[in-house]
């Protein structure tokens, strides 16, 4: 089955960039969506279709993805960013949806 | 705006099945617009993908628990359900519902509050 492969964590001082990767065999084929997790709520997307954002979300997610590898970015780090980020595919070959294993992101 | 809300019994014993409805607000569980979903997450670990259910009825599953999952639709009550069989320990969790748009990127866009669930004697 379709792995997703995350960074446990990253952290960074606020107003700085943070860079959030997804790692999975030619993912640059498929198409990655990203979650926000805050403690003790529901997931929110915050990217769909590799870069495009629901219009509720900040213009400081961003996202991209290329050979074997999906970044979610997020600019001028705020305090308020700090959560846990999942990425997510479609595995169209097994009908599978396959989420990533998720990266804690720290504002220092 | 369609809104979700999750029920269930919230301790299950070992062995038993465990049953969870998603009650649908703001629009037809029965319309084409959506897809229907469950995702869970045990305690202090990440997001794992149980099963979803099309407005036709097609249903998929996660391989690692198909044996054990069925995703149905009660359209007269709009809701749709979740029944997992012979829970262990390793289905505690706390259990999402979710969906998404059908023609639309294969990503759930609304979700549920979640509810926990602990199988324990």
């Known amino acids: 089955s379709y792995v997703l492969t995350q960074p446990p964590s990253v952290s960074v001082a606020p107003g700085k960039t943070a860079r959030i990767t997804c790692g999975g065999n030619?993912?640059?084929?498929?198409?990655v969506h990203w979650y926000q997790q805050k403690p003790g709520q529901a997931p929110v997307l915050v990217i769909y279709?590799?870069?495009d954002r629901p219009s509720r979300i900040p213009e400081r997610f961003s996202g991209s993805n290329s050979g074997n590898t999906a970044t979610l970015t997020i600019s001028r780090v705020e305090a308020g960013d700090e959560a846990d980020y999942y990425c997510?595919?479609?595995?169209?070959?097994?009908?599978?949806?396959?989420f990533g294993t998720g990266t804690k992101v720290t504002v220092l | 705006q369609l809104q979700l809300q999750e029920s269930g019994p919230g301790l299950v014993k070992p062995s038993e099945t465990l049953s969870l409805t998603c009650s649908v607000s703001?629009?037809?569980?029965?319309?084409?617009?959506?897809?229907w979903g469950w995702v869970r997450q045990p305690p202090g670990k990440g997001l794992e993908w149980i099963g979803s259910?099309?407005?036709?009825?097609?249903?998929y599953y996660n391989p690692s628990l198909k044996s054990r999952v069925t995703i149905s639709v009660d359209t007269p009550k709009n809701q749709f359900s979740l029944e997992l069989s012979s829970v262990t320990a390793a289905d505690t969790a706390v259990y999402f519902c979710?969906?998404?748009?059908?023609?639309?990127?294969?990503?759930?866009?609304?979700w549920g509050q979640g509810t926990m669930i602990i199988v324990s004697s």
């Open positions: 703001g629009d037809s569980i029965s319309s084409s617009t959506y897809s």
């Open positions: 997510q595919v479609w595995d169209s070959s097994s009908d599978h949806y396959v």
């Open positions: 259910i099309h407005y036709s009825g097609s249903t």
């Open positions: 979710a969906s998404r748009v059908f023609s639309g990127p294969h990503a759930f866009d609304i």
């Open positions: 030619n993912i640059r084929s498929k198409s």
């Open positions: 279709y590799d870069s």
